[in-house]
């Protein structure tokens, strides 16, 4: 016992701080601060004075969507949600669950339904299945939300009118990413839920071969628009949620909505800083 | 107890529930005393209250816990706190400015903050505390996974997932090409154009409601009204056979609800003037084609020259055409919806012969 208090003692001498020399937690971190590590990531110290406050966000590519000082208003809670941040992040929570269930989940009529079920009981403390379902379902009530605040103080208003337009867009395809999704465990909810969903592109104004005024669409007796080439084929690949239904749904869901989404998102952005910032009384 | 539950699904049948929330609605809308902090406390625990209570029942427990419309509870709270959220900062705003003094934003647009660490702290936390809630919620609540998939056998009933319930919903009253495509196409049309239809300057970057009191009430109506509490409707209150269920109601595959619905045109032809039908389709359909007509092409300038002369004025020929369109074709959908409660019309126009029926 007594050995281990003298060394301990004999270490707290040797770390003990000498005459004119800053306390050890100061030292550890202006070594580390000073190492060529550091400096190469970060090319700033801790961010105390105004200079290296302005350097931090200017410095660094995800804080750069940021100016460096803002409105007191536009930083309020009570003033933004916090919705389209929130948003975004479910966005980003949606992007890495989702491919991480992309190493599971084969998109086909054999495997779609057994992956899922091997999910839930093969792998162990599995929740990526809840966080992106979950995930999905709470970022359709975001997106609402902060359309919502944004027209309650009126920031559609110019000059932000395109930026609401890009958010509409986005609004669409979050419901659309949602959409798709939903038919991908392949069970009784999903198929049902995308039949119905689905069955409403039969009765597409021309489009639809139930829709009114398709029968226009014809050279003399032979009808262009039918069960088999109206726009809830196109939809489906098929005449019903089958096999090319999965498939289509499965590449919109995972690549190409997500990609055309990001885009936005990163125009959405930008429009916010063009326009001035976060809205605010003139 | 159970003529409460009674009384409770009676209220919440659809025409007796959508009445009475179009009237709270406009009410609570203009009454500025409802939007403070005391009467918000009141309502939230009263809802609480109301939910709680009603768990004890188990038809309730069972349409609230499905794992699925467990977010949608969420959502009813969380829109019902930002309605309330929103139009307290409104009219505590407008307030001020009846006493001369600007918006509360103002006071706060002059003075700059830094982004590190004023925003960065803040979004740091609103990241932590979004990824607990996502984190538990996922932990408590196993996402559901029914039957495998088998095109033959349909569920009874077969419902689109829940933010499409709204249209869903709406195909009670128009036919899939108006509730499932042209009324969609229009919420989408209608909301990218409403920066170019709305030309009130005020109310920009701050909240308000004197100061754009039209434009707020609309746009609440459509969300609130038509988009969330048919959600709602279609979510909790619609079972088997898309019919309707009470709250408290079990639900049984073989309740039956008698549907003698009848169209316009014999309401026309063989109810008043006792001819019965004629063959032709345009002959047929005449008197409902007019009606449609007419609301859509006469109702505006009408309006335009009556009562919303200055609203016309301002906004100019242009904006006034395409924002009374949208707002008819939203106004169609309530509508209908008493059309067909009052005298069980099925249809204004109805040519199945082009799949042609509004
Ligand atoms: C890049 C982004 C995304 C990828 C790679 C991705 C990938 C996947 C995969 C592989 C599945 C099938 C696994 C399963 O059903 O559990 C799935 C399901 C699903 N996804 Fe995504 N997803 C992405 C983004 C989103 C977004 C943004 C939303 C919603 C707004 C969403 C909503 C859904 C839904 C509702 C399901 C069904 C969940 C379930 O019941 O399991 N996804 N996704
Ligand atoms: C995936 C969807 C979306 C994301 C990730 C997103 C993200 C954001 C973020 C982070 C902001 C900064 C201010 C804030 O958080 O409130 C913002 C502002 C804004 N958003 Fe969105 N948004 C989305 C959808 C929408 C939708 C649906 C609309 C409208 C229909 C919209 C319209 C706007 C406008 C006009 C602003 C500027 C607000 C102001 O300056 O006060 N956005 N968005």
Known sequence: ?282 | MQFVKDLFNFLSSPAIFFTLVIVLFFVALRTRRLWTDRVGTVALVAVVVYFVVSFFDPNFKKVVTAPDNVPIVGMLFLIGFFAWFSLKQAYENDDRMARGEPPAEKLETDEKVWCWPDLVYTELIALLVASIVLLVWAILIEAPLEEPASITVAPNPSKAPWYFLGLQEMLVYFDPWLAGVVFPSLIILGLMALPYIDTNPKGNGYYTFRERAREIALFLFGFLVLWVFMIMTGTFLRGPNWNFFGPYEYWDPHKLVPLNNINFSEFIWVRWLGTGLPQQWLAREIFGILVVLAYFLALPPLLARRWLNDIHRKMGAARYAVGIVLILSMIALPIKMYLRWIFNLKYIIAIPEFFFNI
């Open chain 1, 1 to 282: 016992m007594p050995n281990v208090r003298e060394w301990l003692n004999s270490l707290k001498q040797k770390f003990a701080p000498k005459e004119g020399q800053p306390p050890v937690p100061k030292r550890v971190r202006d070594y580390i601060g000073g190492s060529q590590i550091w400096r190469s990531f970060l090319r700033h110290g801790l961010p105390k004075t105004d200079r290296i406050r302005a350097l931090v966000v200017l410095s660094n590519v995800l804080l750069h969507l940021h100016p460096v000082k803002i409105r007191r208003s536009g930083v309020k809670l009570r003033y933004t949600w916090c919705m389209g941040g929130l948003t975004f992040f479910l966005f980003l929570v949606e992007t890495v669950t989702g491919l991480l269930l992309m190493f599971y989940y084969r998109p086909t009529l054999e495997y779609a339904y057994v992956d899922i079920v091997e999910l839930r009981e093969q792998v162990p403390l599995g929740v990526m299945r809840e966080l992106h379902r979950w995930g999905a379902h709470a970022m359709v009530i975001t997106v609402w939300l902060h359309m919502f605040r944004v027209f309650m103080t009126g920031s559609y208003k110019p000059p932000r009118e395109f930026n609401w337009n890009v958010g509409v867009v986005l609004l669409v395809l979050t419901l659309l990413l949602s959409f798709t999704g939903y038919l991908l465990p392949w069970d009784q909810l999903a198929i049902w839920a995308i039949t119905v969903g689905t069955n409403m592109a039969r009765a597409t104004p021309l489009l639809g071969h139930e829709g009114p005024g398709s029968q226009l669409l014809a050279l003399g007796d032979v009808k262009l628009i039918h069960a088999g080439s109206d726009a809830r084929f196109a939809l489906l690949g098929g005449r019903f949620v089958g096999a090319g239904a999965l498939l289509r749904f499965y590449v919109l869901h995972c690549v190409g909505i997500p990609l055309v989404a990001a885009t936005l998102m990163a125009i959405h952005f930008w429009r916010v800083r063009k326009d001035g910032g976060i809205s605010g009384p003139l």
